[in-house]
């Protein structure tokens, strides 16, 4: 992978030169608390800070699948609201199934879950629908609708979760707008680059406002500058106030981002660094 050389890995990129993104077409919005409310322009809130609350925490998890298949092991974290986390570890390590409870696609087996100080490990499915609208989310393999267009993709998301929206189609251009699509947006997935429907993805996850954003694999069937993009465009999400956390097999994005590595590994954390590597010096058995 090559990477711009005007990246520094430093956390801070709140001082990076607009022209240092290297693909052009992640955009600045002239409001910013209509994508991110709350969030001063400009500011960019460190994990470290202790005056920041928790927006997710688990506590001593445990998921056992039905098979029997324990995916997860007393699973202690916490993220703060902004933060940017990857999740890194092996096939099979407990990643998407950290991912599945956090929209309560599947339910803990012991332990309790919180997100935005709710307890998602005792919500009534009732309440579900609410959970998931603060929460937008991306998989390795887009999971578009192929017979809609990029617009309908996204407006979709929408009129799912929250039925009787008003001003649909301008919600729906200012997402792809984001994500430097608004030129695709009659167009249909198959007519798209990998990179761009994955971008379409993006768009449909975001066009609700999440605060929380979870990217399973997003690159995981990208190449690496198309990755490279799909990253800064998560990272200028980050930026904007949501808070991401990406599972992801990518050492060369993770070695080079430098922001708060969480290692699984057969279920258990088994490193949580704020600055960290895919690898930890003289480590060999992730990924
Ligand atoms: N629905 C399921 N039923 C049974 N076992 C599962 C299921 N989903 C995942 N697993 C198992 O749980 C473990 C963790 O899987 P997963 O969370 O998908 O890991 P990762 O995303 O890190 O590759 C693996 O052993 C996997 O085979
Ligand atoms: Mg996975």
Redesign the pocket.
């Given at each position: 992978m090559h990477a711009p050389t005007t990246v520094s890995p430093s956390r801070d990129d709140g001082d990076r030169p607009r022209d240092a993104v290297p693909w052009g077409a992640i955009r600045q919005p002239e409001d910013l608390e209509e994508l991110a409310p709350g969030v001063a322009r400009g500011h960019v809130a460190l994990a470290a800070d202790p005056t920041l609350r928790p927006i997710i925490s688990f506590h001593g998890v445990e998921k056992t699948?039905?098979?029997g298949?324990v995916?997860l092991r007393d699973v202690n974290l916490g993220i703060n609201e902004r933060d940017f986390v990857f999740l890194v570890?092996?096939?099979?390590?407990?990643?998407?199934?950290?991912?599945?409870l956090l929209i309560r696609e599947?339910g803990a087996s012991s332990g309790r879950i919180f997100v935005n100080g709710t307890e998602i490990t005792r919500m009534p499915r009732r309440r579900l629908p609410k959970l998931r609208r603060q929460i937008g989310i991306v998989f390795q393999d887009y999971k578009l609708l192929p017979r809609s267009t990029v617009a309908q993709n996204v407006a979709f998301a929408l009129q799912v979760t929250s039925p009787g929206q008003r001003h649909l189609r301008a919600k729906v251009e200012e997402a792809l707008w984001i994500v430097g699509l608004e030129d695709k947006i009659e167009k249909f997935p198959d007519e798209l680059s990998g990179g761009e429907q994955q971008r379409v993805a993006i768009a449909r996850a975001l066009v609700h406002k999440p605060r929380i954003f979870l990217a399973?694999?997003p690159t995981g069937n990208l190449d690496p500058d198309t990755s490279w993009g799909i990253v800064q465009l998560l990272l200028q999400i980050n930026h904007r106030g949501t808070t991401v956390v990406m599972?992801t097999h990518n050492r060369e994005v993770v070695d080079l981002v430098r922001r708060r590595v969480i290692a699984?590994e057969g279920?258990r954390v088994v490193r949580d660094e704020q600055e960290g590597q895919y690898l930890k010096d003289g480590e060999a058995t992730i990924g």
């Open positions: 699948y039905p098979n298949t995916a570890g092996a096939s099979g390590a407990g990643k998407s199934t950290l991912v599945r599947e399973d694999e599972a699984i279920g």
